[in-house]
């Protein structure tokens, strides 16, 4: 098995420049305006996925750690 160098400066150097690069040109390239009218229909979905996390939190998550620990 070959051995790939991990957790180096000059990885970790060319790793955030290719990625600073890729952004740039993407975020340049994407015409903004054309997204104008989902704005709102954005904010429903994000207002529902909001609703659903607090509600699976609150019924699901809390109720199985209050199971799991014991009072000393």
Known sequence: MPFWPTRTRALALVSDLSLSIFLAMSLMSM???TLGGLGPSLLL???IQTVAAIAY???VVFPL???TTTPR
Do not use: N, V
């Open 31 to 33: 015409r903004l305006w």
């Open 45 to 47: 979905i994000l207002a």
């Open 65 to 67: 750690m209050a199971a």
């Open 57 to 59: 939190i609150i019924f």
